[in-house]
């Protein structure tokens, strides 16, 4: 059996890793993978009680996850950040010698940065997948993090283009960042990067349906409706960050044009991002306190949520480096049987739209832009099935997902001796 180690730069509580890594490590355990995860864990010995770590590895250990952990340290920003890269390559690096690990899987650039100065510092050299989820360097360059052809953002292009030539195996969100990274090849020899032949696979982010969206939450979505008195209310949604490349402004823009041609529009916002930016624009432009909901709650709760909605929001800065992004609204709105409204320019975002018909696309930030949006939105009816019938085929986790990363590691070993 050949054992992958899993590096991810987050914590094991949050709800990314709850929903986009720990299933898809479920799908590749499922194939006779033998599975670890390493995260990094903010204030890990605050937050974590030692009884606590033992629970959770023996949960993780029913799904056949081996799980450990090692300390996130956030200021100074470059300075922590350097230092977790020590400390994470010279724990793999052991792990690699203890363990005979075959395969580090890192998930974007710091994480496949640490596996890869850990298969230098090792006598075995395990593969190596780079899981790409974004152009880290112009997207912290459009968000205002970095500045563009800064010190930090040149240095971290020489590490990314370091990583695309050590590493043996690429996944990418999106067709659109597999072209630009790979080139083009005929459709029957898409597993593989055009020039050197690494395998390639694009798997967007997924939809658990098993575990995210079962059946019965009929009784849930009922609760909510009642609690926020939704009866009669034509309610969009948005879930996720806001802020940065997500945005806020233009999001409460649209929804403000729309409440002047259905005054019956309310506003359910479900966002870990601190509330208060969002909630005085809402009454700034005229919301009352009863015309929306704004708050954080937990990943197993947003089905339900969204089951009371009827279409969900997703404004994303169209730039170069959100061509590969692939917003995790976006499967589970269509799961939860809502057309989207979304901006163009952002990922495979445009091509699903107007290939399925399960939303409505902009290409301006403008009132009447908005408005026309949102009644187009109105003449589609009721798709509802038709949206969750594009999640499973597109975005299911068992049957794209996990098909997908399972067939990126036969390839990575089918030309290997072992």
Not at 187 to 198: K, M, V
Not at 228 to 256: C, K, M, P, S, W
Not at 369 to 395: M, N, P, Q, S, V
């Amino acid at each position: 059996m050949r054992h992958t180690l899993y590096i991810c730069y987050f914590g094991l509580r949050e709800p990314l890793v709850q929903t986009q890594v720990i299933p898809y490590l479920r799908e590749l355990a499922k194939g006779g993978m033998r599975v670890s995860l390493l995260t990094f864990e903010p204030e890990l010995h605050e937050k974590w009680l030692p009884d606590e770590i033992d629970a959770e590895k023996q949960a993780m250990a029913e799904s056949s996850i081996e799980w450990e952990c090692l300390a996130y340290h956030k200021r100074p920003s470059a300075v922590a950040t350097a230092f977790d890269i020590f400390v994470g390559a010279q724990f793999i690096s052991q792990k690699i010698r203890t363990n005979g690990v075959d395969v580090l899987h890192g998930r974007s650039h710091v994480a496949t940065l640490m596996g890869a100065l850990a298969r230098k510092l090792s006598p075995a050299k395990p593969k190596l997948i780079f899981d790409i989820r974004g152009f880290l360097p112009e997207e912290y360059a459009d968000a205002g993090v970095w500045r563009e052809n800064g010190m930090i953002f040149r240095a971290a292009k020489r590490v990314e283009k370091w990583l695309m030539r050590d590493s043996d195996a690429f996944v990418v969100l999106t067709e659109k960042a597999r072209s630009i990274l790979f080139g083009t090849k005929p459709p029957e020899e898409f597993g593989y990067a055009a020039e050197t032949g690494q395998p390639v696979e694009v798997i967007p982010c997924c939809v658990d349906f098993e575990h995210r969206f079962p059946a019965e939450i009929g009784p849930q979505a009922i609760e909510i409706a009642t609690r926020l008195n939704l009866q009669d209310r034509f309610v969009i949604t948005h879930i996720g960050a806001l802020g940065g490349l997500y945005l806020t402004g233009e999001l409460v823009d649209f929804l403000t044009a729309a409440k002047t041609v259905d005054p019956s529009i309310f506003a359910l916002i479900l966002t870990q991002t601190d509330p208060s930016h969002i909630i005085s624009l809402l009454l700034g432009n005229g919301f009352a306190r009863d015309d929306f909901f704004v708050s954080k709650v937990q990943p197993n709760e947003i089905p339900a949520y969204l089951n009371v909605a009827d279409a969900g929001l997703s404004f994303v800065k169209a730039t170069y480096a959100t061509q590969s992004r692939s917003p995790t609204k976006i499967p589970e709105y269509l799961a939860a049987g809502l057309p989207i409204i979304a901006n163009s320019g952002v990922g495979d975002v445009d091509d699903l739209i107007k290939r399925e018909g399960v939303g409505i696309l902009i290409d301006r930030f403008d009132r009447s832009a908005y408005i026309a949006a949102f009644e187009r939105l109105k003449l589609l009816g009721d798709i509802g099935e038709k949206c969750r019938e594009t999640a499973k085929t597109r975005f299911d986790l068992e049957t794209v997902g996990g098909l997908r990363y399972r067939r990126l590691y036969e390839r990575l070993f089918c030309n290997d001796g072992r």
